[in-house]
């Protein structure tokens, strides 16, 4: 989707020469090298004007007579008067805010609408859109798991071939898999994020004495430590309206990766190790005894299930709490004005079990619903590092602008990294270079699971109106058949 232009008139200085003048250049060729040359009777500049560029030829020729006329000629830009609708799950002022501004950039190049919208019911709300017949343009899918559903019921689109060429010339094929269905791709990566991240503040673990641990084991007993000294380790928060659950299931993944490795993640969310199988009731069981050890959790919203998992930056911010596990975009949900770095906030990786360094990964991909020009042009848009850079530079004005943390991050091999501050270009470089990276589980598997079960039945645990056992059970038995 090459066209860029708006309507545009273009003089056309047109050339009507006598075949005289053919003539009299053939005579002058030819005639007996005495004669004396002749001079030149008229020079005509012809000039073709654009919206961009001028391009001038000067032609001189011995003519005896010359007619110009003037060519009024319309191009017209098939994008002008359009209008897209895109639906996401990014709903914060600083995200959606950020999301549309930069759409609005192409908006405003290509003199059309593209409205975004953002819920953080997106994952509920998207099912019932697309299965009623009313779904938008492009949805943004944090999940790859409902994209591959989408696809099979014939609900999103194949991306052609010329939106696929500047797909591959941007972003790698590794995060590019993520779209690809049965060996057809169907959606275009549009940010990452790390999720192996604690976030901290250097100053209170000084204040008190305390190391970032190494092993998980450390991290449990740092945890106990700071319990014995009356702090409290860890804010905690799982509230995401239709998607609550989801930050207990991150904690779950981490730790499978961990305790039993990149094989077994591979084959649990492929379905092949049962849902409820002993090793994943016993992590599951390692992380509730965690949250319900006694002063463990400060909840901003007054429990577990009820706060807002993007609630805890004030309180990190504030001394509540001293550690919070969460995934590089939380910098979005840090108070306006708060420092980065080893003077402020800081991260360390979620530690290891057996010794190596598991990185766990997520982020959204762009798919469409509606074969257009406008459509395809910005789902093009979408895998530009034009799209990468404007939507880094609102995110980070969003958030007061300078060195500050912006909560967004490219997979763009082709952004701008000047952009990013030396915290962030950090997180790009530990996701592009890890030995093993995998993606977040629930969004790989069936919708129905992993944004589904898993959530809800994870959420049930957490409140101890399920047991471990039973949880676990439960969304076995909500596998998929087929």
Known sequence: MKVRRKHMKVKLVRLLALMAALALVAG???????????????????????????????????????????????????????????????????????????????????????????????????????????????????????????????????????????????????????????????????????????????????????????????LKALSQQMIDDGNVPWCVGIESGGATGWAFTDWVEDLTLRYEGADFYDEWVAHTIPFDSPEMNAIWTEILALWNTPGAVYAEGGTISSTFFGDNGRPLVEGDCMMHRQASFFSAFFPDGTAFGPDGVDVFYFPSVTGDRPVLGAGTLVSAFRDAPEVWAVMEYYASPEYADNRQRFQNLSKGGGAVLSGFLSPNLNADLSLYQPLEQSFLDILFTAEVVRFDGSDLMPAAVGAGTFWSEATSAVNGDKTVEEATAAIESSWPSS
């Open 28 to 218: 002058a060729c030819g005639g007996d090298e005495t004669d004396t040359p002749a001079t030149p009777e008229t020079v005509v500049v012809t000039s073709i004007v654009t919206e961009t560029e001028t391009v001038t030829e000067v032609v001189t020729e011995t003519v005896t007579e010359v007619v110009t006329e003037t060519v009024e000629v319309e191009m017209v830009n098939p994008l002008a008067g359009t209008t897209v609708t895109v639906f996401g799950p990014e709903s914060s002022d600083a995200e959606a805010g950020s999301h549309q501004a930069a759409l609005d950039i192409f908006a405003a190049q290509n003199d059309m609408t593209i409205q975004y919208t953002g819920e953080r019911s997106f994952s509920d709300l998207i099912n019932a859109q697309a299965a009623g017949g009313n779904p938008p343009d492009i949805a943004v899918f944090p999940q790859p798991g409902k994209i591959a559903d989408f696809a099979r019921e014939g609900w999103i689109l194949p991306i052609p071939d010329d939106v696929l060429a500047t797909m591959d010339a941007n972003i790698g094929a590794a995060w590019n898999a993520f779209g690809n269905v049965d060996g057809v791709q169907y959606a275009i990566p549009t940010k990452a994020d790390l999720k192996s991240l604690v976030w901290y503040r250097p100053a209170d673990f000084a204040a008190n004495g305390y190391e970032v641990p190494g092993t998980w084991a450390d």
